[in-house]
Structures are given as C-alpha cells and as structure tokens.
C-alpha cells in the first residue's frame, strides 16, 4: 500500500514537471515613470491614466506626451520533446536495462502473510529414547 501510494506521488510529481517545463508564459508589467503600476501574467495589464507626467524640473516647459511603459517578459518553454524508443539504444545499454529492471522488480515481490518456514520439515523418527539409555534426567 505504501509503496503504491508512493509510485502514484512519483509519477504525479512527474507529469507536473513536465507541464512546467513545456509551458511558455509572458509576464507583462506597466510602469508610469519609474514606478510599478500594474504586473500580470494571465491577463492584460491595467493601463493608467493617459494624463502627461510632470517634469520634477519646474523650469521647463516641456512635458512628454506619455511617459508610460510596458514591458513584457517572456518566458519560453520547451518546444520539442525528444521521446526514444526501446529501439533506438544501443544492443547493450538494452541488455542492462533489461537485467536491471527485472532484478529491481524481483527485490519487491510480496511474501505471503502466513509464512511457515518450516512447513514441509518432518522431524527424524526416533529409535531409542537417549536420555533414558544414557541415564540423563533433568531434575
């Protein structure tokens, strides 16, 4: 039970890794200035106001139109996934895989619950009662 508990928690850990590793997302940020004002990563980033920002330089009548930015960040996954056949190793990289899995399978087969390891044993018939020809008693 154990053990079957943990070849499903195995393989499960597995099959998230994989998923993981071929998955591409983008991670989009919205920056006003120098400041953060929106990250996302399933959705569309929330814009601010189109209103120019203002220069900290009073001296100046020169604002910029827009001094917003996006900036996204992709992150890409693996495209191609190479899969091997049985087949494509090598003769004897496939006789080792063979031994090795059969002798790994065979050091977890379940003993039976009611083991008896002295079953089919038939104690030896006895021809004469050797304590008594002897004369040794326990007292």
């Not at 009073?58 to 899969?83: A, R, Y």
């Not at 990289?93 to 039976?112: E, K, R, T």
Request: hydrophobic share 40%; net charge negative.
């Amino acid at each position: 039970m154990k053990n079957n508990n943990l070849h499903k928690i195995f393989l499960s850990l597995l099959a998230v890794l994989i998923v993981l590793s071929t998955t591409s997302f983008t991670i989009q940020k919205h920056f006003c200035g120098d400041f953060l004002i929106d990250s996302a990563v399933f959705s569309a980033v929330e814009k601010c106001s189109k209103e120019p920002c203002s220069n900290s330089d009073d001296s100046t009548n020169f604002t910029p139109p827009d001094c917003c930015n996006d900036v996204e960040d992709v992150v890409k996954g693996q495209d191609v996934l190479i899969t091997k056949n049985f087949d494509d190793l090598e003769y004897t990289q496939q006789v080792f895989l063979l031994a090795f899995s059969i002798s790994y399978i065979d050091l977890f087969q379940p003993l039976s619950e009611y083991y008896i390891p002295h079953q089919y044993y038939s104690p030896p018939k006895l021809v004469a009662d050797i304590q008594v020809c002897h004369q040794v008693f326990l007292i």
